[in-house]
Every structure is written in C-alpha cells, then in structure tokens.
C-alpha cells in the first residue's frame, strides 16, 4: 500500500492530500457516532483531473477508494476502513445555470444548500431538501439517490438530473453533463451513478433540472388520531396535483422536539397522537389558504382531524416546518434509537405499524417506536428507542434482532428494506439475502463491468 500512497503524494499539488490526524479526524465519524472510521489518506482534489489523477494512481496500485461528500450518509457507504479517502469538498463551482434550459451545472461538492440558493436566486426552484441539505453534497445525494420532502410531487433525485461527469475506476473521465430532455443514443449511462453509493466511480458534477418557482406555498400542521387517520386524508389532499409535502409525525418523537430544542416551541394547546405536516405549492397565497379551509375544513367535518393550524405566514410556516427538520436529531433525547428506512405501499402503512409495533415488544418489551417520515411516499423512518431507563449499550445489541422482523413484514406487505439512505455496509448482508437472485446477478454484472478490481467502494452494497 505505501508504494501506492507515495505515488499519491508525489502527483497530487500540495494541499491536495493530508495524512494530519487532526484534519482527517472529522472525515472518520459520522454524526451519529455509529461508525468509526479509518484511512491512509486524506485525498481532496480541486478539479476533475486531480480526481482522476488519484483514481488512476489508485488503480495502478489496486488501492481501495471511498468518496465522501458532506459525510451525512446514514448507512456506513461513507467511513472508510483503509480505503483512500477522496473527499470532494473543495469542488463547490457552480459551472453554468442556463434558464431556458431549466438546468444547472454543479460541481459534486457543492452543498445542497447551496444549490438551492442559486436556483432561488435564478427565481427557480430545485425541489430536494433534507434536513442535512446544509452539509450534504450534490455527489451524495445523486449517489445515494436522496429523497427527502418532495418526493411526492417531483420524485427522488434520479428524477431530478439530466446527467453526470465521473470519474471512472480505470481514472477515465465520463462526460454525460446534458441539458437534453432527449436523448435516445444507448445505455443511460449518466443514470448508473444515481443511487450507486460510490460503488461505480466518482462523480466530480451534474446537470441538475430546475423547475418554476411556485408563486406562493401554503404550510399546514394538523393534529390526528392515528397515522391510519393520515393516510386517509392523502387523497382528498392531493387533488388538483398541489400537494408537495405530506410528512407525519408520532407525538413521541414531536415531544422529543419541541419540549428539548431552544427557540422550537408546540404551536398546539394540547398534544395529539399523531401529527401530519402539508405543504400545497400554488400561485397566491388566497389560492393557498381557499385549498388548505377547504380541504382541513371537510376532514373536521368527517371527524378525521383533531385540530390544525393553517400558517398565516412564512415565520409561522417556517418554525413548524422546523418541528419536522429536528425529528432526526430530537431522537438523541430518547437514548439509543435503532434504526430503519423502509418502504411499503401506502395504503399498508397502518398494517405496517400494527405488525411491527407488535413484533418489536417481542424482542425488547417496553421500547419506544418513533415511526415519522415521508409517509405520502410510503416511506417511514421506523426507529426504536431504548426503553425508558434501560441501558442504551445493551438496547443498541437488538439492533439485528429488531431489524429483521421489521424487513420481514416490509417484505410480505410488498415493501423496500432500504427507501431512500440505501444500503452501505448496513444493509449489505440483508440485500444479498433479500433480493431475487437475478437482481444480484444484475449488480454484480454491472459492478463487474465497471470496477472489474473491486477498487470503488468495495465493501459497500454489492
Ligand atoms: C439529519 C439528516 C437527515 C437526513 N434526511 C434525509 C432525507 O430526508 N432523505 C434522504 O434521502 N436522506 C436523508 N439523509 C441521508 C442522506 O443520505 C444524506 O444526507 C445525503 O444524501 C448524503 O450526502 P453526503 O454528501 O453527505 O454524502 P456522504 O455521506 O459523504 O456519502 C454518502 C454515500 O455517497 C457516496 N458518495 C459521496 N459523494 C460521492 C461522489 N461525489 N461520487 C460518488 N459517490 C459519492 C459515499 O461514498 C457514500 O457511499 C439525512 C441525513 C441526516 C444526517
């Protein structure tokens, strides 16, 4: 390995590589303090050259490579374990925003926050927020195929790209940077790299679809009975197509939020069990408050709502808005949280929280689901905290024990065990066990094809 690690620091511009403990340190831990990690070096390339340049040293020396974005993945894809570490945080260019094109092209370091930004300023919108779209990076959320809010309306991030440059694992450059909205030449070569977690090559940029401003959206937050009560008011929420955001909350986890973070407070009199969070996006805010009166006002009417705040504004819909943004991190309030993304078709997500509330008692009785998420795509983030008082270490040993018969139902109800983090080194064993044989003939082709020495990502997905 040293051969190839001097042969890094040789060809790489100073201050495109560190062995500094300190500096590396941050690039090693994740922020849930799950993984751990280690690497011969730091490598963080300016261009696409110099990435190519690192992956091309890499190859010759068959070194293990991982690529790091904003190191927000929650799936382990991202802490290496002796692989060379290439970080793209230093490309951040915007290349060019073109507004007849609708597209923008960005360099994979980028935050996504700041991709955001410019499209606002351009007076468009780019629809992919998260909660961590402050630190994640245009690299990792193409390569993870992110979903987060808006999925509903403009789908996950694959649908939200024209194409990709990346760097391939022999250090060749692939060019698919593309404003088309047409192109019928072969293969979608650029769409390999969405969701491969690293695992086919680099992406060092990304033409990325942007999308008209709305004139105005109007936020809601409602009280309910059950998370059954939410997904029963999807379909009357949805008409007309407005609806962009349809995220549920259990009181458990908005308790954890608004009773521990300063300057987040309950906008409710009184708790509710469960609590549903709405964006509409339409051209006025008239329009935004007839839609919202009218379809709340009936659902009180059927008796499937308990209370609701309509916002009146944006600070208003921005501190409830922000109510949903801490329910990742409010989880540390409750102790060791195990946890899971998974799918099912939306009308089992009652069965869903039925069978696994039940099976989870089963292995460690008296812990806590948190089930919240992006329940108008299905997808429900099914954590299970500690129980009260319990000794966190001990709790986090169920972690296996918990997730199986938790992907065992999401299975028999016709479910995905991973919906938008992907599968990384936590999910590997459970997709080569899980998935049909002939899907992971596919992947392995495909890997095979492209990384024949297992040198991109090699202990993550496939
Ligand atoms: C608080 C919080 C909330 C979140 N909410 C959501 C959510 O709502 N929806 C959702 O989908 N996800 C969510 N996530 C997880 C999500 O996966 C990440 O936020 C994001 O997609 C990862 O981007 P990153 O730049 O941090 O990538 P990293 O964590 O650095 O890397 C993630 C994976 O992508 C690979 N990778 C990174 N950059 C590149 C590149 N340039 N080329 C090739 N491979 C690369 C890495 O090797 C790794 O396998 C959340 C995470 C946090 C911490």
Redesign the pocket.
């Known amino acids: 390995m040293s051969a190839g690690i001097d042969a890094l620091k040789e060809a790489l511009p100073t201050g495109a590589w560190t062995q500094d403990p300190d500096l590396i340190d941050p690039h090693l831990r994740?922020?849930r303090d799950k993984y751990f990690g280690k690497t011969p070096i730091l490598v963080t390339p300016r261009t696409t050259e110099e990435v190519a340049t690192a992956v091309k040293i890499c190859a010759a020396h068959k070194l293990p490579i991982?690529?790091?974005?904003?190191?927000?993945?929650?799936v382990g894809?991202?802490t290496p374990q002796d692989e060379v570490l290439i970080s793209?945080k230093k490309m951040t260019a915007i290349r060019d925003l073109n507004t007849t094109a609708n597209a923008m092209t960005v360099e994979?370091?980028a935050t996504l926050q700041s991709v955001l930004d410019a499209a606002d300023e351009a007076n468009r919108k780019f629809p992919l927020t998260?909660?961590?779209q402050g630190?994640?990076?245009?690299?990792?959320?193409?390569?993870?195929?992110?979903?987060?809010?808006h999925v509903l309306k403009y789908g996950t991030t694959k649908e939200l790209v024209f194409g990709v440059e990346?760097v391939l694992a022999d250090g060749s450059i692939f060019n698919g940077l593309t404003s088309l909205r047409k192109d019928n030449t072969g293969y979608d070569l650029s769409r390999l790299?969405l969701g491969?977690?690293?695992t086919l090559?680099?992406?060092?940029a990304a033409s990325l679809k942007l999308f008209p401003k709305p004139g105005y959206v109007q936020r809601a937050l409602i009280g309910l009975e059950s998370a059954a009560m939410a997904v029963s008011l999807l379909e009357a929420f949805r008409a007309g197509g407005k609806l962009a955001m349809f995220e549920v909350m259990p009181e458990i986890g908005y308790r954890a939020v608004v009773d521990n973070f300063d300057g987040i407070r309950d906008p409710f009199a009184n708790s509710h069990p469960w609590y549903l969070l709405c964006d509409w996006e339409v051209e006025t805010e008239e329009e935004g408050q007839s839609i919202a009166e009218n379809v709340i006002g009936k659902a009180f009417e059927n008796n499937q709502v308990r209370d609701a705040i309509i916002a009146l504004n944006e600070t208003q819909a921005a501190d409830i808005l922000s109510i949903r943004e801490h329910m990742?991190?409010g989880q540390k309030f409750l102790g060791g949280s195990v946890k899971h993304d998974i799918t099912v078709p939306i009308d089992q997500i009652a069965t869903f929280f039925k069978r696994a509330d039940a099976a989870m008692q089963n292995v460690v009785p008296g812990c806590r689901p948190v089930g919240f998420?992006?329940f108008g795509d299905g997808n429900i983030h099914y954590n299970i905290a500690q129980p009260e008082g319990s000794d966190r270490e001990a709790f986090l040993k169920n972690w296996d024990a918990l997730s199986q018969p938790v992907f065992d139902i999401v299975d028999t109800l016709g479910g995905s065990i991973s919906a938008?983090?992907?599968i990384?080194i936590m999910k590997r064993e459970d997709l080569a066990e899980r998935a049909s044989p002939v899907k992971m003939k596919l992947l392995r082709a495909i890997k095979s094809a492209l990384d024949p020495d297992r040198i991109m990502?090699p202990r993550?997905m496939v």
């Open positions: 994740e922020w991982m690529p790091q974005g904003g190191n927000t993945g929650l894809g991202n793209l994979a370091g998260l909660s961590s630190s994640c990076t245009v690299g990792g959320v193409l390569s993870t195929n992110a979903g987060g809010n990346a790299f491969a977690e690293g090559g680099i992406i060092t990742s991190a998420g992006h938008e983090h992907g990384g990502n993550v």
